[in-house]
């Protein structure tokens, strides 16, 4: 079955309203009526934590609800034919000697080397949530390790936060409603 159907079915099933989830976790609600109607097209990292901290999922159990228990079955562990001595352990940290080739990183993972550059050298923030669990599968770390490394930021609204942007959700809904409603005849 595909992430999106598992992804829209988990919103769906969830207590909280389409603009909740907005104010709770600042995803916007053109994305997250996206995500419920199977429109989504890329599941960042940065979602994937905030949903997850929104309906108190555990990683593993959250991934496996959105991607199914073999979707990460191909991904293997890249094995470590590197063991450095004290002179490759210098030249590793002072000239970025490759332990892992990048052609054994895009081989265990099957993601595209140009993508694996632009996450890697301009912006890991825009990373997918099935990219980073392959890059801990095949770097041999624990899943959920990298996403609770780099994106320790990501985090719900507060209270405050979420009653303000709820606040101001249903004002714009409230004014696209009253443009969609016929005006009366005037007499």
């Not at 709770?24 to 997850?52: V, Y």
């Not at 293997?76 to 590793?92: E, Q, R, T, V």
Request: glycine share 2%; with cysteine; aromatic share 10%.
């Amino acid at each position: 079955m595909c992430w999106k159907s598992n992804l829209a079915r988990a919103l769906k099933e969830c207590k909280f309203s389409a603009i909740e989830i907005h104010a709770r976790t600042g995803i916007s609600t053109t994305t997250i009526s996206n995500m419920q109607n199977n429109l989504h097209e890329s599941f960042l990292c940065s979602q994937f934590i905030l949903l997850k901290l929104l309906l108190e999922k555990k990683h593993i159990d959250f991934l496996s609800t959105i991607f199914g228990k073999d979707y990460f079955q191909d991904v293997k562990a890249i094995a470590d034919d590197n063991n450095l001595n004290a002179m490759g352990d210098y030249f590793k940290e002072t000239y970025h000697y490759e332990v892992f080739s990048k052609k054994k990183v895009v081989d265990a993972t099957k993601l595209v080397s140009s993508r694996l550059d632009y996450i890697l050298t301009k912006n890991y923030e825009s990373i997918k949530i099935d990219e980073i669990t392959k890059l801990e599968i095949a770097s041999g770390t624990e899943i959920g390790f990298y996403c609770d490394m780099f994106f320790s930021h990501v985090k719900l609204n507060s209270d405050e936060e979420y009653e303000k942007l709820l606040k101001k959700q249903r004002d714009i809904n409230k004014e696209a409603n009253s443009r969609r409603k016929p005006k009366e005849d005037k007499k």
